[in-house]
């Protein structure tokens, strides 16, 4: 991929946001950015992020990898970033969306294959800032027959597996840095699960100090033909918000 093929480096008019509710309806589709891999975060979101709670030069952690967009914007932003997924598509997707050439982009990209809730490559008090968006356990499969992937689990082992996950993140983590999640609610028998709040509190029993809770808008939710229909039906509304929790250590 080449400068060449890219319309434009930055968000156009863009200014960081300063409240405690986020909404994208334009995703962003600077540099490599698309919507193509499923679930993939807004690139504003880790791009406000990291201005806001890390440097350039600083090593960035996003564990859950998944589409890339964590890792563009960290390649464009000057901060290091180390990249972790347990899926082959998902890092080869990695590696050609941080494959081009920019001036103003000098952070540097690992990519590298493992398992969030074991990162034993990456050295104690060593990341100065996670930025990850994981699984809402079952809700969206990335994979059919990767043991490791936390897509598959239902809600109650997902938990337990995202308190792994939490413990190598506090492990990881400097003192007094931050630590950014992006996590959704769900519905069971058309009753809500608080799915949001169970990670939250699991992040707090390893140690995290809850330092925000943003609520971002879902703007693939629409009100129309079957949703509109059933959420009339069986009287439920349509999920529209997602939390965007920071912590610190």
Same mark, same amino acid.
């Given at each position: 991929?080449?400068?060449?093929?890219?319309?434009?480096?930055?968000?156009?008019?863009?200014?960081?946001?300063?409240?405690?509710?986020?909404?994208?309806?334009?995703?962003?589709?600077?540099?490599?950015?698309?919507?193509?891999?499923?679930?993939?975060? *807004?690139?504003? @979101? =880790?791009?406000? +992020?990291?201005?806001?709670?890390?440097? %350039?030069?600083?090593?960035?952690?996003?564990?859950? !990898?998944?589409?890339?967009?964590?890792?563009?914007?960290?390649?464009?932003?000057?901060?290091?970033?180390?990249?972790?997924?347990?899926?082959?598509?998902?890092?080869?997707?990695?590696?050609?969306?941080?494959?081009?050439?920019?001036?103003?982009?000098?952070?540097?990209v690992h990519v590298c294959k493992g398992?969030?809730?074991?990162?034993?490559?990456?050295?104690?008090?060593?990341?100065?800032?996670?930025?990850?968006?994981?699984?809402?356990?079952?809700?969206?499969?990335? *994979?059919?027959? @990767? =043991?490791?992937? +936390?897509?598959?689990?239902?809600?109650? %082992?997902f938990l337990e597996e995202m308190k792994?996950? !939490?413990?190598?993140?506090?492990?990881?983590?400097?003192?007094?840095?931050?630590?950014?999640?992006?996590?959704?609610?769900?519905?069971?028998?058309?009753?809500?699960?608080?799915?949001?709040?169970?990670?939250?509190?699991?992040?707090?029993?390893?140690?995290?100090?809850?330092?925000?809770?943003?609520?971002?808008?879902?703007?693939?939710?629409?009100?129309?033909?079957?949703?509109?229909?059933?959420?009339?039906?069986?009287?439920?509304?349509?999920?529209?918000?997602?939390?965007?929790?920071?912590?610190?250590?």
């Open positions: 991929m080449t400068a060449k093929k890219i319309a434009k480096w930055e968000p156009e008019d863009f200014e960081q946001e300063m409240t405690t509710v986020w909404s994208f309806p334009n995703r962003g589709d600077w540099a490599t950015h698309d919507a193509k891999w499923r679930g993939n975060w *807004s690139p504003y @979101i =880790p791009r406000n +992020l990291m201005l806001r709670y890390s440097q %350039e030069g600083d090593t960035v952690l996003d564990q859950f !990898a998944g589409g890339g967009t964590t890792l563009v914007e960290a390649k464009l932003l000057n901060r290091n970033i180390i990249g972790v997924d347990v899926n082959d598509e998902a890092l080869e997707r990695c590696r050609e969306k941080v494959k081009f050439d920019y001036e103003k982009a000098q952070g540097k398992d969030a809730r074991h990162l034993k490559f990456i050295k104690n008090e060593s990341i100065d800032f996670i930025c990850t968006h994981p699984p809402y356990a079952n809700i969206i499969q990335y *994979s059919e027959d @990767i =043991p490791e992937d +936390l897509s598959h689990c239902k809600i109650p %082992e792994k996950v !939490a413990s190598e993140s506090y492990r990881v983590l400097k003192k007094g840095k931050f630590c950014a999640i992006l996590i959704g609610d769900t519905r069971q028998k058309g009753c809500m699960l608080p799915l949001g709040f169970s990670v939250m509190q699991v992040f707090q029993e390893a140690g995290f100090t809850l330092k925000e809770i943003i609520i971002k808008e879902q703007h693939n939710c629409r009100a129309t033909g079957y949703w509109k229909t059933s959420s009339l039906k069986y009287n439920f509304f349509l999920i529209a918000h997602e939390y965007l929790l920071v912590f610190r250590k």
